[in-house]
């Protein structure tokens, strides 16, 4: 199946869902640990109720899910969130990020402190205070709000 096709194909086995899809669920990790990560994901991915396919360009370490619920379906939010959490955390203890290609934009802020540390995203904060003093550019896309001085 071609990539970019895999969200339409997804929906085609359930048309009235939604996707947690790849903007959210991609994670990378060292190509040593991409197996691991893949195979325990899938395990986890296969006893969900909710449909999952896994979509990969490997090569770099990068994968993606797509997750597939009912957005009326508040348990089904909650699995799809608890999945994706699974995911990145697993990552992360892999020696991997929390995104490899889509960035970290509101869905993954919350895990930047646990990946690169709290004198990172102050760092971080500096910059972009120093490039930005009014703070019109993506406000609150990156920096979590906690990070302040």
Do not use: Q
């Not at 395990?43 to 896994?54: G, K, R, V, Y």
């Not at 960035?103 to 490039?131: D, F, N, S």
Request: glycine share 6%; proline share 6%; aromatic share 6%.
């Amino acid at each position: 199946m071609i990539r970019k096709e895999a969200l339409w194909s997804g929906f085609a086995m359930a048309p009235n869902y939604e996707a947690m899809s790849t903007l959210k669920n991609d994670v990378c990790v060292p190509l040593s640990n991409l197996a691991e990560l893949i195979s325990r994901t899938k395990e986890l991915l296969d006893a969900s109720p909710l449909i999952c396919p896994i979509v990969a360009h490997a090569g770099d370490g990068n994968f993606h899910t797509i997750i597939l619920f009912d957005p009326n379906n508040d348990e089904h939010r909650r699995e799809a969130e608890r999945l994706n959490h699974f995911m990145v955390s697993t990552a992360l203890t892999m020696a991997g990020t929390c995104t490899g290609e889509h960035g970290v934009g509101t869905g993954k802020m919350k895990y930047l402190e646990k990946e690169l540390g709290i004198e990172a995203l102050m760092t971080m904060k500096r910059i972009k205070t120093a490039l930005d003093p009014n703070n019109i550019m993506n406000p609150g896309k990156l920096i979590p709000p906690h990070v302040c001085f």
